[in-house]
T-cell receptor, first 116, second 109 residues
Framework: ETGVTQTPRHLVMGMTNKKSLKCEQH?????MYWYKQSAKKPLELMFV???????ENNSVPSRFSPECPNSSHLFLHLHTLQPEDSALYLC???????????????FGDGTRLSIL | TQLLEQSPQFLSIQEGENLTVYCNSS?????LQWYRQEPGEGPVLLVT?????EVKKLKRLTFQFGDARKDSSLHITAAQPGDTGLYLC?????????FGKGTRLSVIA
């Protein structure tokens, strides 16, 4: 497999459920990102990991909890979500850490999350 | 806060027509990236422009970075149905990328 792979592709959950989104990159990149994509809003950066350390957290509610066990894997743990959290969640990776911001980002195809 | 404004928000054209979409900001960026996102997929990088006034061509797509590095345009010649998608610009300036809301293009055969 090549590129950035996200699972599951679709997820429907109730507000009291706990679930996790998974992202895996096969590009040998050092940085990984979680974005939220909602209708009528720009892509919102949620979390950035560089060399497995979290370097940015854009004031994301604590009901979203990221985990980066190694440079190839990134998780987003979800609990007690709200209906407004329904969105497409995109994972991305880049060669260099975020300070080298000219680096292109390689995106997965996202997880479409619906909160009932 | 750096913001990128993209226009138009929506564009629907016939196959064979030409079009231009814009990406504007009041902030200066060291580089600007353009991505295309097709339905059900993640964004895919088309081009990165880094020098003020730079013009890059990718087949029928022409990208230009403004002299002041605050704006960019994407011109498509003889649009085809395969060009349909969401076009996103993203600016970089010593921080993680800042994305615009995108232009949603529909090319009708």
């Amino acid at each position: 497999e090549t590129g950035v792979t996200q699972t599951p592709r679709h997820l429907v959950m109730g507000m009291t459920n706990k679930k996790s989104l998974k992202c895996e990159q096969h590009l040998g990149h050092n940085a990984m990102y979680w974005y939220k994509q909602s209708a009528k809003k720009p892509l919102e950066l949620m979390f950035v990991y560089s060399l497995e350390e979290r370097v940015e957290n854009n004031s994301v509610p604590s009901r979203f909890s990221p985990e980066c066990p190694n440079s190839s894997h990134l998780f987003l743990h979800l609990h007690t979500l709200q209906p407004e959290d329904s969105a497409l969640y995109l994972c991305a990776s880049s060669q260099e850490p975020p300070s080298y911001s000219n680096q292109p980002q390689h995106f997965g195809d996202g997880t479409r999350l619906s909160i009932l | 806060t750096q913001l990128l404004e993209q226009s138009p928000q929506f564009l629907s054209i016939q196959e064979g027509e030409n079009l231009t979409v814009y990406c504007n900001s009041s902030s200066v960026f060291s580089s600007l990236q353009w991505y295309r996102q097709e339905p059900g997929e993640g964004p895919v990088l088309l081009v990165t422009v880094v020098t003020g006034g730079e013009v890059k061509k990718l087949k029928r797509l022409t990208f230009q970075f403004g002299d002041a590095r605050k704006d960019s345009s994407l011109h498509i010649t003889a649009a085809q149905p395969g060009d349909t998608g969401l076009y996103l610009c993203a600016g970089a300036e010593n921080t993680p990328l800042v994305f615009g809301k995108g232009t949603r293009l529909s090319v009708i055969a």
